[in-house]
């Protein structure tokens, strides 16, 4: 359970694998934890950045729990970011949150621990590997009555999807399928807003899909992204009409 | 015992077949083959003499340690192999299914309790609660399930027409939607 | 070894998990708990003092006869026997979740680990170190989960008090955390 390092001590990729980790949470755990850093005062700004540049290089398509996280960190690193009153009691911390998730994670980590330890030991006593055929004897008899009979019933309708709340949380949309959305739109209109990327409830992981592939045609000299004015609707263009059509 | 004797016994204990000398052999390979036999030997006269519930029995393909047969029949008797069963909610939850909307297939009892349910249905099945009444006429035919005698007898019942017929259960379970509605849920 | 004490030793060595007293009880109705006791003490020392390979060990609310630790590398080296292969990081945590908050559900499990869980929260059922021991009342009646006896006997417990607690983790000692939601978990 220890995890390579993931900090960059260069401008190169970081040498490690997604499935070395067992979620965002143990990879954000390590890499506060490898840098020594106080967990109830975390220099977020810092650490998102890392946490994306991780996430980054560790292939985001198949990630949304990842992106999820990511897009926790930068909202709380722009939270920190907004001016407040000095005198303020009533500020709460954005890292709050973050933090009593950080203590919960790192407290089941350490049963973990404990679990494997047991586990280790229990592995080195072997039981009785052979073992007779189970003698032939009826099963014992059922209890059964109506009334467990009924609320059986009741725990099948309670259970059975209703057509109604049928799953409306789409799959959450990845840097992919985002990318596709957005050469579609570019075929077809010159010019858009940014909001028409996103869907009518977007998940945080849809948004950063989108920015991230926005960012990467952008890069790529597909599209410009251009906001008129601070706060203002962001525009997104066909950066070369012939390329696109 | 001495050190051999006792990973003898530990093998012995923990290996799920009969072990030859040479097998044994493996344990210890500085030990010569009669080394071995003297160790068995000795463990096989600590199990007889000590009046042990358990012997040494060399078979056609080697050593084993078995229970004594004379005690067979008491552990036999007291079920003690077989944990007592009790109906699972998942089992109980398909026998209601079953009760309401015979006759049903697996397939139909997947789709409103949203799980894989052959093992329970062949649980169900052995315990004599439901049985195969016929086919369905639709694709691949499959077996439609009933609840049996047994199943009436238990709820005290003289036919599945006593069972109660709460309203709102029988609306649900009436097959009114097409249930493939369902199947992403 | 009197007549209880080797019928004890041969349903022992007959079940495929550990037995309690109850259990046992069923071998000689006539016997008192204490008397169980007295011969599975009996079972123990003979076990121990004989320099056995074997011993008996109390878990997972009974008792069972198990090869001594120091015994494990000779036997597993041997290949006689395979250990059994290691749990996950992923299963470790689901169950860890599972054993401190249970009753818990899917939707519980995934917010404390950050990534959804339904994957390893299905093997764990497969494997019988968990199991659905409810519904929560609360909206879409998500199933809940419990530990098992495979739990305890796959980590060697006598029972689930025997977890460490919470507040004796060094994390819980962090003065900051008002890790009030285990509490109430």
């Known amino acids: 359970m220890t995890a390579p390092p993931v900090t960059p001590t260069n401008d190169q990729a970081f040498i490690v694998r997604l499935d070395e980790f067992s979620g965002p949470l143990d990879l954000l755990l390590t890499l506060i934890r490898e840098q020594e850093i106080n967990i109830a005062d975390i220099p977020i700004a810092q650490v998102a950045d890392q946490f994306v540049a991780a996430i980054g290089a560790l292939g985001l398509n198949q990630a949304a729990d990842y992106l999820e996280m990511a897009a926790r960190l930068l909202r709380i690193k722009i939270q920190m970011l907004l001016p407040r009153p000095i005198d303020d009691e009533d500020w709460e911390d954005p890292r709050a949150e973050l933090v009593r998730r950080l203590l919960e994670y790192e407290q089941i980590r350490e049963v973990v621990d404990w679990l494997a330890g047991r586990a280790r030991a229990r592995a080195d006593r072997f039981a009785r ?92 000299g597909r599209l410009r992204v251009a906001q008129d004015e601070p706060f203002g609707t962001i525009g997104v263009s066909r950066e070369s009409p012939d390329q696109a059509a | 015992m001495n050190r051999l004797t006792k990973l003898l016994e530990a093998a012995l204990f923990a290996a799920p077949r009969p072990l030859s000398v040479t097998e044994l052999l493996v344990l210890e390979p500085e030990a010569a083959p009669d080394e071995i036999r003297a160790a068995l030997r000795e463990l096989e006269l600590h199990y007889d003499e000590g009046g042990h519930g358990v012997q040494l029995v060399e078979l056609a393909d080697g050593f084993q340690l078995l229970t004594r047969p004379e005690l067979a029949e008491a552990i036999a008797e007291a079920h003690l192999v077989d944990r007592p069963r009790k109906l699972s909610a998942a089992a109980l939850e398909t026998l209601a299914i079953v009760a309401y909307r015979q006759p049903v297939g697996r397939g139909e009892i997947e789709e409103i309790r949203g799980v894989v349910a052959d093992g329970v249905v062949r649980l169900l099945v052995d315990r004599s609660l439901i049985e195969v009444v016929g086919r369905s006429d639709t694709l691949g035919r499959p077996l439609l399930y009933g609840t049996t005698a047994a199943f009436l007898e238990l709820l005290g019942l003289k036919s599945i027409d006593e069972l109660p017929r709460l309203d709102e259960l029988s609306v649900a379970l009436t097959p009114l939607a097409p249930l493939g509605a369902f199947e992403e849920g």
């Open chain 1, 129 to 220: 590997g052979w073992l007779p055929d189970p003698p032939e004897q009826p099963p014992r008899p059922i209890t059964l009555d109506l009334d467990q009979l009924s609320r059986a019933v009741e725990d099948v309708i309670a259970g059975m999807p209703q057509p109604t709340q049928h799953r409306v949380v789409p799959r959450p949309l990845d840097v992919e399928g985002a990318t596709r959305r957005i050469s579609d739109l570019l075929a077809r209109r010159e010019r858009f807003e940014l909001h028409e990327l996103f869907g009518e409830r977007p998940t945080m992981a849809d948004v950063i899909s989108v920015l991230l592939a926005i960012l990467e045609l952008a890069r790529m």
